[in-house]
């Protein structure tokens, strides 16, 4: 008999795991109007960090491209105190084939662009969309400017969640694994954060990681999860650890 394919909902109700998904950056806008960006910043780091103090994995769902979003990212990322509680970092915007390159570039060794930009560039979504916006290219280096001063074992590693393909192999469009997304995505978090006793925060466009989005239907996350809504998105919150 063939085996399930592996979606969010199967994955979640196999482990069991407690999952907050969290619009933090949208929280940040609809409640820190007024706010000193300083003092929004550290709220949303605080949020992301209270956030961790219940669950293993939490999730901050994008706009894709959106400059302040990527702006609070970049402070959380500067956050002393996330290496103190985050092991992974799990993204959208980069392929799985090039984890080693990754790998490499986020633990400090000299990774020459040529071999680092295809990791965003060569996605399931080029070539409409090939993350080459400055916004990634800057969070990967935050993350590993993040690391440098670190010793190897609280260094963040950052988990490409694109399912991998290799572009100069391609010849015919089935063989593009864009239907894998989510499915890949679990798996990775499952194999390498879960299975290995780590804590990731995963960083993918909202629809992915919301309860439910206006207009483009469930997402798939545990059925538990209570949700609000904020300016531009659902927040959902799972709170069985």
């Known amino acids: 008999m063939k085996e399930p394919r592996l979606t969010r909902r199967r994955f979640m109700a196999a482990t069991g795991t407690g999952v907050a998904s969290a619009g933090v950056a949208a929280a940040?806008?609809?409640?820190?109007?007024?706010?000193?960006?300083?003092?929004?910043?550290?709220?949303?780091?605080?949020?992301?960090?209270?956030?961790?103090?219940?669950?293993?994995?939490?999730?901050?769902?994008?706009?894709?491209?959106?400059?302040?979003?990527?702006?609070?990212?970049?402070?959380?990322?500067?956050?002393?105190?996330?290496?103190?509680?985050?092991?992974?970092?799990?993204v959208e915007f980069g392929n799985a084939l090039y984890q080693p390159v990754m790998d490499r570039f986020a633990a400090g060794p000299a990774v020459e662009n040529p071999q680092l930009r295809p990791v965003w560039r060569n996605t399931?979504?080029?070539?409409?969309?090939?993350?080459?916006?400055?916004?990634?290219?800057?969070?990967?280096?935050?993350?590993?400017?993040?690391?440098?001063?670190?010793?190897?074992?609280?260094?963040?590693r950052v988990l490409l969640g694109d399912p991998p393909v290799d572009w100069s192999k391609v010849t015919r469009q089935d063989q593009i694994p864009g239907g894998e997304r989510d499915a890949h995505m679990a798996s990775v978090v499952e194999q390498e954060v879960l299975a290995k006793g780590?804590?990731?925060?995963?960083?993918?466009?909202?629809?992915?990681?919301?309860?439910?989005?206006?207009?483009?239907?469930?997402?798939?996350?545990?059925?538990?999860?209570?949700?609000?809504?904020?300016?531009?998105?659902?927040?959902?919150?799972?709170?069985?650890?």
Not at 64 to 90: C, G, T
Not at 124 to 150: C, G, I, K, M
Request: charged share 20%; net charge negative.
């Open 28 to 90: 940040w806008m609809a409640q820190s109007a007024g706010a000193a960006p300083d003092d929004s910043s550290r709220q949303v780091a605080d949020a992301v960090l209270a956030a961790f103090e219940q669950h293993r994995v939490v999730a901050i769902g994008e706009m894709h491209s959106h400059q302040e979003h990527h702006d609070a990212l970049q402070a959380l990322l500067a956050d002393p105190r996330l290496p103190e509680v985050v092991d992974d970092i799990v």
């Open 124 to 156: 399931t979504q080029s070539p409409l969309q090939t993350w080459d916006q400055p916004v990634y290219e800057h969070f990967y280096r935050a993350v590993r400017a993040a690391n440098w001063t670190l010793p190897a074992y609280k260094q963040i």
């Open 198 to 241: 780590r804590r990731a925060l995963i960083c993918y466009g909202s629809v992915h990681v919301v309860h439910s989005y206006k207009g483009r239907g469930s997402t798939n996350l545990p059925t538990q999860a209570s949700s609000i809504t904020c300016p531009w998105r659902s927040v959902a919150s799972h709170s069985d650890c």
